[in-house]
């Protein structure tokens, strides 16, 4: 028994001298430091800095030790439980107070996976990808933007696509969009603006009435696009598709039968929307 005493006596001469050689080292420090003697100092002074001393070393011992984790109380289990309860109790015990259960791996993996899904780009974002950020568009009307397909036609009516509507207001936000096409008469000039207006293109896109413009021949409408010189035309008539493939940067060719690609600047689709990808 007397062992333990003495052990426990040895370390705190040892922690004591510690101390003292500390207070004495801080004070030779000090003293240097403000050009004051050893001789000036009076005891009080020696005790107040070895004070000091001691309440470093314990506050960085303090911070540098682990806190002890609370000891667990065993349980006393009830001589009736059963050998399901009992697994159950076993298993809690083996589990390590740090790991996580099942089900908390579960939700945190769902979490994980949540946020790195991959994310759906907007139609604006699929616009401006598939234009290659083209500032200007020509585009006829006939067979891309019309339900009509032939001039004739448009001196009864004019219905606009309801599928391609969000994607020409897209366009219309980004791009400087030009619609064209040849008519026979005046009024096959107002009733396609008409259409166009109930369409609400006039009013919820960035185009005006004086960017539809309106020709008599197909050469006409191949000498507005030359005029314009867009970065993309979109039209479904392959002769002026190929007429136009030198002067023109991209092409788009609406057909519902897929043609040959007559030049590497030239693509083609059954439609506009499906070009970027709406149906």
Known sequence: MAEPSSSLSSSKDELFQLIKRLGTYLALKMSNLFSISLQKLDPRSVGAIAGLAVAIIFTYRLMRSPAAPPRRQPKRQA???????ISTQSNATL????????????????????FFQPVNPTLGQIVRQKLSEGRKV???LLGVILEESSPEELQKQATVKSSVLDVLLEITKYCDLYLMERVIDDESEKIVLLALENAGIFTS???VKDKVLFCSTENGRTSFVRQLEPDWHIDSNPEIVSQLAR???YQLHVSPIRPERTAPNVFSCPSLEHFFGCV
Do not use: H, Y
């Open 205 to 207: 896109g960035g185009l």
């Open 247 to 249: 002067f023109i940067k």
């Open 79 to 85: 001589p009736t439980t059963s050998s399901s309860s």
């Open 138 to 140: 020509t585009c006829r």
């Open 95 to 114: 589990m390590p107070s740090g790991a996580c259960s099942p089900s908390e791996d579960l939700r945190a993996q769902n979490v994980v996976d949540e």
